[in-house]
């Protein structure tokens, strides 16, 4: 283990007894629970609906000719998936310090699913029997090892900056939101309907993580594409939410925002901060759109204001400084298919292991321990 590494995009499977005594008594008969289905499978049920164990969900540990996107058991998935304490040996197996975990399942990666319920009042209880789960059970068995990470409350933008500042005194450091909320039928980005929220994050200093699929949208313009496609263009919706995002004024108007761009990948970056550049200087001349109002440059203000999250990107690595180091931060995305456990630490040496010495501390670990305000091993000695 030559460093320790910070996984800024893990996942946790969400274990059967979550919800259990979580909710107010009138409405704990409502939480989500888990069910067998007919197929031998178990899956969520929620308001009626169903929420199924999608396989690719949860496949490290299994040999590939197993992957399926078939449901699958709880008792079929390592229980590092669930479990706290197993996952804390998995993180030791893969050379991991310290995970933010986002969730796979029932809560999908943004808590869409509780803000769309029919009943708000339970919705709500159960996105914020979610978050106390997560700080009180997930995060609060090893401190040190996992980044307390809350669901949004979509419903109401409002209530939504009070839970982000009374979880961020709980010791929240992040938040998992849609990269493209008008795609979930809420307030575009572009609406300034947000801020009330942006407000509260830049104040508390949570982070807003945009994982690549909370919005359930992904660009694929043919309606027969292959499985591998979708995968494939995860990159492709990191690049239009931070355009999105770049130009909606967000950043400008909140200048302390971080936002990082979870499962996003860094290769498109670069294109990115010179096509904004570009456009600043040509396409958008000569109109009168106060789309941006700086004398910053696009590019300066996404090395300001972004992270960018790295799986395995070895071509990018030549334009680190372009992209800005020390926005750079790395991820196992465990246990998914994406996921490099438990090969972590050779993936991590592969791409980036002829840096520097404090350029490689800095992208492993340094930077998202810096961003999450978390801290990094107190006998920093990982080789072995």
Not at 25 to 47: H, K
Not at 210 to 230: K, N, Q, R, V, Y
Not at 267 to 278: H, K
Not at 365 to 378: D, S, V, Y
């Amino acid at each position: 283990m030559r460093v320790p590494v910070i996984s800024v995009d893990d996942h946790l499977i969400e274990p059967p007894d979550l919800f259990d005594g979580r909710l107010p008594a009138p409405l704990q008969a409502g939480a989500p629970r888990v069910v067998e289905e007919d197929d031998g499978s178990q899956a969520w049920l929620f308001e009626g609906n169903r929420y199924p164990n999608v396989g690719l969900n949860a496949v490290v540990g299994r040999p590939r000719e197993e992957w399926s996107m078939d449901p699958a058991r709880f008792d079929q998935m390592r229980p590092g998936c669930f479990d706290i304490a197993a996952r804390i040996e998995d993180m030791d197996r893969a050379g991991l310090w310290a995970s933010l975990c986002f969730p796979s399942l029932v809560s999908g990666f943004c808590g869409a699913v509780y803000s769309r319920a029919q009943d708000k009042e339970l919705g709500l209880a159960c996105l914020r029997a979610f978050n106390d789960w997560h700080i009180d059970t997930w995060a609060a068995y090893a401190p040190e090892r996992i980044i307390p990470l809350q669901l949004p409350w979509l419903a109401d933008i409002e209530v939504a900056a009070a839970e982000v500042r009374a979880n961020a005194a709980r010791g929240f450091k992040a938040v998992s939101f849609p990269e493209f909320p008008a795609r979930l039928n809420l307030p575009s980005i572009f609406s300034g309907d947000w801020d009330p929220f942006f407000a509260a994050c830049e104040e508390t200093g949570t982070v807003v993580c945009l994982h690549t699929g909370a919005s359930a949208w992904a660009p694929l313009p043919s309606p027969d594409p292959p499985f591998e496609l979708l995968p494939t263009f995860f990159p492709v919706n990191a690049l239009l939410s931070a355009g999105e995002w770049l130009w909606s004024g967000v950043p400008l108007r909140f200048p302390r925002l971080a936002i990082a761009l979870s499962e996003g990948g860094i290769g498109w970056v670069p294109m990115l901060m010179d096509r904004t550049d570009y456009v600043i200087r040509h396409s958008a001349s000569g109109t009168e759109s106060t789309a941006w109002p700086t004398d910053l440059l696009p590019s300066e203000v996404l090395r300001r204001n972004f992270w960018f999250c790295s799986i395995d990107d070895p071509s990018a690595v030549v334009q680190r400084h372009v992209i800005g180091l020390d926005h750079i931060m790395v991820e196992s995305d465990y246990p998914h298919a994406d996921s490099s456990w438990p090969e972590t630490q050779r993936v991590l040496l592969e791409n980036w292991g002829a840096l520097p010495e404090d350029e490689l501390r800095a992208v492993a670990a340094g930077n998202a321990a810096r961003l999450f305000r978390h801290p990094l091993p107190p006998v920093d000695d990982w080789r072995s």
